[in-house]
């Protein structure tokens, strides 16, 4: 983010003028110093802070305590949508871009979206076949992510609001959960479209991990697990409905004779 002096806007006290002086990190240390964009630049207390603040990321200036925000978030509200990055890690594929390109037609809030994986040619291809993704023009990007580098998962969900895993396969024993581990370290909700039992098993294994973090996750959320379970609890609920109706028409039936 380039130099410049910004006022952020947003929900709270006045504390002061904020300067967006380009990623820099945190020295404290429950935030994990990860980047953030805002600085203290002057005394002059006339800002707000930003409505999606970080409360444990935060530095002191003469009299006043200035709260640092997100580089993501800052970016997201100088832009004045506030809208929410969402990260799919096998985004370059058939399903995850599908997924990716379902969502942002659906729901507005969605701003920015990253389509992570190996190929840039893939994505470039993906964003081609999706009219939803292309009219984001450069909020949506390709990011490179190797399933067995924690730190390249780690910089393609800095700033996210959700990210998605379709990188399969999940059969096999292949995947070790890399991906709801990088989640829940970054602090970012997380769902997968997984379709293998063991996989399931090792994710909900991580579940006190999860909620130690305040991060929502859930897994088998696909086809198949996933719509399909949807489809089989309303058809569950149609045939009950129908019972009830059936029993209440019989009563009613008894009742008149």
Known sequence: MAS????VRGAGTSLGRIGVTGARRSSGTCNGRRPVSAAVSSSTLRA?????????TATTSGPARVVLV????????????GGKKVVFVGGTGRVGSSAAAALVAADQSVTSVVLAGRSAD?????????PSLAKLGAQCQFAAVDMSDPASLAAALDGAHLVVHSAGPFQGGGDDCAVLRAAIAAKVPYLD????????????????????????????????????????????????????ASRAAKQGDEGEG
């Open 4 to 7: 410049s002096s910004a006022t």
């Open 122 to 130: 893939n994505a470039a291809a993906a964003i081609a076949r999706h």
């Open 48 to 56: 707000k802070v930003h409505p999606r603040v970080l409360q444990w």
């Open 193 to 244: 479209l997984c379709d293998d039992t063991e996989y399931s098993k090792k994710a909900r294994g991580m579940s006190e991990a999860a909620k130690a973090a305040g991060v929502p996750a859930i897994t088998s959320a696909g086809i198949y697990p996933g719509v399909s379970n949807v489809m089989a609890a309303e058809m569950i609920a149609a045939n009950r409905a129908a019972i009830s």
């Open 70 to 81: 997100h580089a993501a978030h800052a970016a997201a509200e100088e832009g004045g949508g």
